[in-house]
């Protein structure tokens, strides 16, 4: 019995390493390449549950990648968005990816790609650190902290 018991514990050691590994490899993947600069998220009333983050990647490497998803604790549900011109409307879409050009910043700005956050789990007070992670198409991820500004000079006029 008690060698079974040791052959049990070898095998979930051993699986226990195998995902400690992979997850290790999650880590040294696009994630490493990409710089995140200027990460924030827009300060709303508290009576309302939905707000937008915006940041820039800067991809360092030699290959495009792509920003698949993003999380926060902050928000029930988070998607990457766009706006679009459509018939002289301004409309916002949700995509299924922001592409990343190898050797260039990609910009995440009001009025043009961002992170829509919805039903906020709490008020967002301006200085607030909002933890978020990204997560790129290689399954690596990227744990960044956005600060909570205020909305006033980042409307376009």
């Not at 699986?15 to 710089?35: K, W």
């Not at 011109?85 to 009001?110: F, Q, Y």
């Not at 997560?135 to 990227?142: R, V, Y």
């Amino acid at each position: 019995m008690k060698s079974l018991e040791r052959q049990a514990f070898g095998i979930i050691g051993t699986l226990a390493l195998a995902l400690a590994l992979v997850a290790n490899s999650a880590a040294d993947g696009v994630a490493d390449e990409i710089l995140v600069k200027d990460p924030y998220i827009r300060a709303v009333p508290p009576v309302v549950k939905t707000s937008a983050a915006f940041m820039q990647f800067q991809n360092n490497g030699d290959m495009e990648q792509f920003l698949v998803s993003a999380s926060t604790p902050a928000a029930a549900a988070v998607e990457l968005h766009m706006h679009t011109m459509d018939d002289g409307v301004m409309r916002m879409r949700r995509i299924a990816h922001i592409h990343l050009p190898s050797n260039d910043t990609v910009p995440l700005k009001p009025g043009g790609l961002h992170i829509m956050m919805f039903d906020l789990t709490a008020p967002l007070n301006v200085g607030d650190q909002v933890p978020m992670i990204l997560t790129f198409d290689d399954g690596s991820t990227k744990e960044i902290s956005a600060e909570v500004r205020s909305v006033k000079g980042m409307m376009k006029r």
